[in-house]
């Protein structure tokens, strides 16, 4: 089946700290890939995308095929990056899958 | 406009009532989606409209009912449906493949 994997449910770092999300995907195939965040009250929104490799908000994430993962990064925390962050992988054209979601805190 | 917009935003709504949850779009996108999310989990895929017609359909009981009157609007239509079903309802919609799925606020859905 298809499955997207984000091992930690919350992540706690200090402010200035560099943060890891990790995101594991089981997919034979070459899915399109995903970061959705949703701040406090908000919709859920597009953070990044693997098919543009952009970085938003000072976090990147790169794909590795060989270990089927597609980590969030960011350098520096800010205290404002304290959100739900959710792994997404789409398999086919109209189907989006995912991940349990990661809680991070970033800490003053 | 790279909004969805859902009504209501609230329901609540007894087992043996009938409702209906509406979405809309005007980013011209051919694909609409209906998500379920529990409190502290991701959201669930329940059904995909393509080009106005179904899809996919997650093996969502009968009690949920879609429907998609144009290619802007998708409802949910709502049936005696049991306590467990209370969630948040989640409406989106894509232009395919490697696009972005833009999502709704959400409508809240009590059953009591």
């Known amino acids: 089946a298809q499955r997207v994997t984000q091992p930690e449910k919350l992540l706690s770092v200090f402010k200035g700290a560099p943060v890891e999300l990790k995101c594991n995907y089981s997919?034979?195939?070459?899915?399109?890939l995903f970061w959705y965040v949703q701040y406090s009250r908000q919709r859920l929104q597009l953070l990044l995308r693997h098919i543009s490799r952009e970085s938003i908000k000072g976090f990147t994430a790169d794909l590795n095929k060989g270990e089927t993962s597609f980590h969030l990064k960011k350098p520096f925390a800010q205290e404002e990056d304290s959100a739900m962050y959710y792994c997404a992988s789409q398999p086919g054209t109209y189907k989006y899958i995912f991940g349990t979601g990661t809680r991070l805190k970033v800490l003053a | 406009d790279t909004e969805v917009t859902q009504t209501p935003k609230h329901l609540v709504m007894g087992m043996t009532n009938k409702k209906s949850l509406k979405c809309e779009q005007h980013m011209g996108h051919r694909a609409m989606y209906w998500y379920k999310q529990k409190a502290k989990k991701p959201p669930e895929l329940m059904f995909v409209y393509s080009y106005e017609k179904l899809s996919i359909n997650e093996s969502v009981p009968s009690r949920f009912s879609p429907e998609c009157p144009n290619s802007s609007l998708l409802n949910l239509h709502l049936h005696a449906l049991q306590p467990e079903d209370s969630a948040l309802y989640l409406c989106a919609s894509s232009g395919g493949f490697g696009n972005t799925i833009y999502f709704g606020e959400g409508s809240w859905l009590t059953v009591v």
């Open positions: 997919y034979s195939g070459s899915p399109e």
